[in-house]
């Protein structure tokens, strides 16, 4: 079974911090991604990538960046942490039947 | 650019019983897929069923299948004989270029015993 881990099921940080969060994926999967899921407004697309070193900006990306040195890695990163960054934080990879598969999610609370 | 939509907020379901959920979504493109998604209370977000444009036949998988109207751009999943395991967040989504999902807001299902 394809596994995505995801470091952290909940997080509390401070306004102005840096927040990591990091997805891991077993399947060598090339394509991984960050969306953020928000009530009432689905699951909106921060960055992909499509192989090591590559990335691309999704449908929201002020205010994050992203880091992919490894296959297997895909690290969101938040430069300055503020409040309406607060919500749930999913990653997922894409296998050869273009099913995503979703790690468990990140509820990441800035106070 | 493409767009999903779902118009239910919130269903509701007995047990045992049928339910439909809607969603219809824009594109310009002719060959594309669909996919149903399902996040249980948990948060951990599966995959349900999937679509492929152009396939006319409609997708089923146990007692969940899909209307797919192509020209109406329609994509409803039915759920027959709801279980309460069925109670989840149910989105819609549309495979865009690179992989990227665009999803629909979602539909609360609740099932009644």
């Known amino acids: 079974d394809v596994k995505v881990t995801q470091s952290s099921r909940y997080l509390v940080k401070r306004t102005g911090e840096k927040v990591f969060l990091e997805c891991v994926q077993d399947m060598d999967h090339e394509n991984m991604f960050w969306y953020r899921q928000d009530p009432g407004l689905g699951l909106r697309l921060i960055y992909f990538?499509?192989?090591?070193?590559?990335?691309e900006k999704g449908d929201i990306p002020e205010g994050y960046s992203v880091s992919r040195e490894k296959k297997e890695r895909f690290s969101l990163i938040l430069e300055s942490a503020s409040t309406n960054q607060t919500s749930m934080y999913l990653c997922?990879?894409?296998?050869?039947?273009?099913?995503?598969?979703f790690g468990p999610g990140t509820r990441l609370t800035v106070t | 650019a493409q767009t999903v939509t779902q118009s239910q907020p919130e269903m509701s379901v007995q047990e045992a019983e049928t339910v439909t959920l809607s969603c219809t979504y824009d594109?310009?493109?002719?060959?594309?897929?669909l996919f149903w998604y399902k996040q249980p209370p948990s948060r951990q977000m599966i995959l349900v069923i999937r679509?492929?444009?152009?396939?006319?036949q409609n997708a089923t998988e146990n007692r969940f299948s899909v209307n797919f109207q192509k020209a109406a751009k329609s994509f409803s999943l039915k759920i027959s004989d709801s279980q309460l395991g069925d109670a989840a967040m149910y989105f819609c989504?549309?495979?865009?270029?690179?992989?990227?999902?665009?999803f629909g807001t979602g539909t609360r299902l609740q099932v009644f015993p």
């Open positions: 679509q492929e444009a152009y396939k006319q």
């Open positions: 594109t310009s493109e002719s060959d594309y897929y």
């Open positions: 990538s499509y192989d090591v070193k590559m990335k």
């Open positions: 997922a990879s894409v296998g050869m039947s273009y099913e995503q598969y």
């Open positions: 989504a549309y495979r865009s270029w690179y992989d990227k999902l665009i």
